[in-house]
């Protein structure tokens, strides 16, 4: 990293003190919940994104990607897509349309179609949470996602057979001397480096900005406004309490409410199952805004992750909407 990076670095480090010092003493927020809504997640959130730059370029460097496209090649082969593809990680995908091994379409097609291991990186914790406020409901419910998912990695992955050349593998390279693992490090360390700095130096404002809009009622306001817009449709009154915990992006208790209106006989199973999904349609772009934000422009270009968000929320919404639809057709 160079020597104006580092002063870049600090000059942004020293503009978020000061405004969150003006938070904290105009503002009036706690210090205390400062460190909790916004300190530990900006931590955790960067521990994860370094961990996982430096395993996705030392996977590039150690080209092991190359291994691992192998061992998916009948998946990449369908949707046209190259080595990189096959790792689960936005910045490997990155690091490869940097270095110009994937185009930028693939790029976003990839991108788009790592959402569905995250899924299943979601899945127990999502399970175990769930199926105890809901019952067999919330089995339904996850397969409902479940479902979605596949939908969309489908619709991804044809079009990038209809718009990318053909998978080629990569040919295996001549005989040359093996890099060592210290060349690798080394290698990787330094690249390391420039792009973390590229990727916190936007991350972090991007979440302190969210943060502050929170604690300014930007997110009850639309709350707010989106619930005045739900009153007047047919969904039933007693609905509104799972809507609100989910467009406060309170997905626990979101579930709990559903609970408490199944054990109440409030709401049929098929109302709360159907309430459930329209409360995670309409709360994705809110949860969007306020988790995924920092990463996608961060990791991604500015320009590039605001792209890739949008659609992914649009895409989501689109392969949950038949599902919506038969629910309605079938319970009300």
Known sequence: MSR????????????????????????????SRLYVKLVKPVLRLSLAIGVGLL???????ANLTARLGRVFAPFL???HLKEPSAVAASTVLM???????????????????????????????MFFIITPLVGVLGMYYLAILLGGDILRTTAYLLVGRLTLPPYQPVPLAPASRPSSWKEVWQATTEKFFTRLY???????????????????????????????????????VEAMSI?????????????????ALLASQAMSPAAVLFTLILGTII?????????????????????????????????????LLPFLVLIYLWGF
């Open 95 to 125: 690091t490869a349309y940097k270095d110009r091994v994937i185009s930028r379409r693939e790029l976003m097609i990839s991108a788009l179609t790592l959402t569905f291991p995250a899924f299943f990186a979601h899945l127990p914790s």
């Open 77 to 79: 082969r369908v949707g």
């Open 55 to 61: 395993l996705g370029i030392f996977i590039e460097n």
């Open 283 to 319: 709360s994705s772009p809110m949860r969007a805004v306020r988790h995924q934000m920092p990463f996608y422009l961060g990791v991604y270009t500015p320009k590039l992750g605001l792209r890739l968000m949008i659609l992914s929320q649009l895409f989501r919404t689109l392969s």
């Open 198 to 236: 590229s990727i916190l130096v936007i991350t972090i404002p991007v979440f302190v900005a969210v943060f502050l809009a929170q604690e300014g009622g930007l997110f009850a306001w639309l709350k707010n406004h989106f619930t005045l817009l739900l009153q007047g449709s047919q969904i039933p």
């Open 4 to 31: 104006r990076q580092v002063y870049r670095a600090l000059a942004m480090a020293a503009l978020v003190a000061f405004i969150l010092g003006g938070a904290v003493i105009w503002g009036q927020i706690p210090v």
């Open 243 to 259: 809507l609100i915990f989910s467009l406060a992006a309170e997905a626990a208790g979101m579930f709990a409410a559903a609970g």
